[in-house]
């Protein structure tokens, strides 16, 4: 028979990432939890983890079997937890995936809100631009772009990011603003550096789709380089809408063409695929989702 307390180990084993942190959580020596997996995996006649002196990987089995206990092992560690702190209110950390420019056009004053609405909750984020494994990082909820293809995850889809053409309002006094999408190419634009030679715009407009020659004396392969090039009059820009729309709203960059533009990827909350998620990741999900959607940044449709 299956020792469920054995269950409840390879569960933090999962969430931690190594033995020795989860024998750290659980209070235990290291070689007994370890004992106690090879006792589990033994019982079930299965490897549930594949191990190496840099980091653990659940096998196949082990990937199965964590998706069909992790929600049951943690829905009892929850109501034990709300009955040691004598509540249901949610708390515990966050641990939450972000792009590197996360911070850049989502303000921290957010978080802030959410953190005075649920003082329990702790929140730790991990900022890159590569794409975050959920159960190895031991990463709750992440904020991506794009598709999601990994069968086990979840992904709420908050709305599709845009890109729109901006410039300072300092520029287009100099230069003139564009009537039309052919205007762009006597104009100034900062781009980002295009291996087949001149970059080349397709934008979208309730016209059609246009593609339009651009060049400009300022060329970056960072999309945040080319949002303060845009603020510093260097010319036209074309970038999401979660990034310029904030200094659109404060004046110091003005919409370009505003019927023209490019339609972006789907943006997603996505979490591992569970029944029932713990309640403070549940929370910052609906908060995010509503923060980003009332701010439209996004395009609901």
């Not at 589990?40 to 964590?66: D, I």
């Not at 772009?145 to 979840?154: D, H, I, R």
């Amino acid at each position: 028979m299956v020792d469920l307390n054995d269950v409840a180990l390879f569960v933090q084993v999962v969430q931690a990432g190594s033995f020795a942190e989860a024998a750290r959580r659980a209070g235990m020596p290291s070689n007994t939890l370890s004992r106690r997996i090879q006792q589990l995996e033994a019982t079930l006649g299965a490897r549930l983890l594949h191990r190496s002196t840099r980091k653990l990987t659940l096998t196949e089995a082990g990937a199965a079997f964590h998706a069909r206990c992790a929600d049951s092992v943690e829905t009892l560690a929850d109501a034990a937890t709300d009955l040691a702190e004598g509540g249901p209110s949610p708390g515990g950390r966050i641990r939450v995936a972000a792009p590197a420019d996360f911070f850049n056009w989502f303000p921290v004053d957010w978080m802030a809100e959410f953190l005075r609405t649920y003082p329990k909750v702790k929140l730790e984020f991990s900022l890159s631009d590569s794409r975050a494994d959920l159960v190895s990082e031991r990463i709750d909820v992440a904020i991506r772009g794009g598709e999601v293809l990994e069968p086990t995850l979840v992904a709420r889809r908050i709305g599709t990011g845009r890109h729109s053409l901006v410039a300072s309002p300092a520029y287009l006094a100099e230069r003139g603003t564009p009537q039309a999408p052919e205007d762009l190419a006597a104009h100034d634009c900062v781009v980002m550096p295009s291996a087949s030679g001149r970059p080349l715009w397709r934008l979208t407009s309730p016209d059609g789709t246009a593609e339009v020659p651009v060049s400009g004396r300022f060329h970056a392969n960072s999309a945040q380089a080319l949002l303060q090039a845009a603020l510093a009059g260097l010319g036209i820009a074309l970038l999401p809408d979660v990034m310029s729309a904030p200094h659109v709203r404060g004046g110091q960059l003005a919409t370009v063409l505003p019927s023209c533009g490019i339609a972006g990827g789907d943006l997603h909350l996505v979490y591992q695929s569970r029944r029932q998620l713990p309640r403070a990741v549940q929370a910052f999900v609906e908060f995010t989702m509503a923060k980003i959607r009332e701010s439209g940044l996004v395009c609901l449709s």
